[in-house]
């Protein structure tokens, strides 16, 4: 992962290169709010046409503040956490 994006309304996550969407990729990323509970949002691919990045991205079903999101994991592996 080479960065995360995050606003009131949507999270990215951004690969250095290129990464198969086929390999459920989108169903391996979850966001948790501070009291370990799943926010509830669906999550996306796009790529860039020179396959030089690509990035997974979700909107929230509600705006929330950056700040409420205290865990994101990948595979189950904490990838992000707020101190």
Not at 23 to 34: E, L, N, R, Y
Not at 39 to 64: A, G, L
Request: charged letters at 25%; hydrophobic letters at 35%.
């Amino acid at each position: 992962i080479d960065r995360i994006e995050c606003s009131k309304i949507s999270m990215a996550v951004y690969f250095p290169g290129y990464v198969d969407p086929t390999t459920g990729i989108m169903d391996s990323f979850a966001a948790w709010d501070k009291d370990g509970e799943l926010i509830d949002c669906n999550w996306y691919f796009t790529d860039e046409p020179s396959n030089r990045e690509c990035m997974v991205w979700t909107n929230f079903k509600e705006p929330m503040d950056p700040a409420d999101i205290y865990t994101l994991t990948y595979q189950g592996r904490t990838i992000f956490t707020r101190q």
